[in-house]
């Protein structure tokens, strides 16, 4: 039998949290997974801007060379976690964003740990195995069920009121200067 190129897979229960990434130290705060995923999604950001920016919040002063830190980012993002191929592409929509759910999270992690992430020094891959865990009941979890929420088969005041509430628990869209400048135009044609 042949031997995967591939590095095992991170196993939290059986080995030390990494702190760092094939030689290289990392920042490993929940918080900077966080501001690196944030700054990924950024479109104001130019890619090279995104790429600069994550490579320096993981890495800080002391940066590998480019491939490596491209990797790196992955690897940590994905907790040590080999990309899975046998998971096919959804369609559906993001349900989950940590910028605009930062209160639910909080609120879910306090309920179902009896942690106060403020409080808490977190590795990145210890938050997110916790994320992954909170109470069914919790307000996080509860917003992305209904935010996953098929309504194509409601009628009336359900239908209704199911994507009401999940315009409510949804950000709003957030255009670039341009984008708004021509919808401002739009409008003031129509006034």
Not at 31 to 47: H, N, P, S, Y
Not at 140 to 165: C, F, P, V, W, Y
Request: proline fraction near 4%; glycine fraction near 6%.
């Amino acid at each position: 039998m042949g031997q995967s190129a591939q590095a095992p897979a991170f196993n939290i229960l059986l080995d030390r949290l990494p702190d760092s990434y094939q030689g290289w130290l990392i920042r490993t705060d929940y918080r900077i997974g966080i501001q690196i995923a944030l700054c990924l999604q950024d479109e104001e950001l130019t890619q090279e801007e995104r790429v600069t920016e994550a490579v320096y919040l993981l890495f800080g002063n002391g940066q590998p060379p480019l491939q490596t830190a491209m990797d790196g980012i992955a690897w940590f993002l994905q907790c040590g976690q080999p990309k899975r191929e046998d998971v096919p592409a959804t369609t559906s929509s993001q349900r989950f964003w940590f910028d605009f759910d930062h209160a639910r999270i909080c609120a879910s992690f306090q309920k179902t740990f009896g942690v106060k992430l403020h409080r808490e020094n977190l590795h990145w891959f210890e938050f997110m195995s916790m994320l992954d865990c909170v109470d069914e009941d919790s307000s996080l979890s509860n917003a992305i069920q209904l935010r996953g929420t098929d309504t194509s088969k409601m009628k009336g005041k359900q239908k209704r009121d199911t994507e009401r509430a999940k315009r409510l628990l949804t950000p709003p869209v957030h255009y670039s200067e341009s984008e708004q400048e021509a919808i401002d135009e739009f409008f003031s044609k129509i006034k």
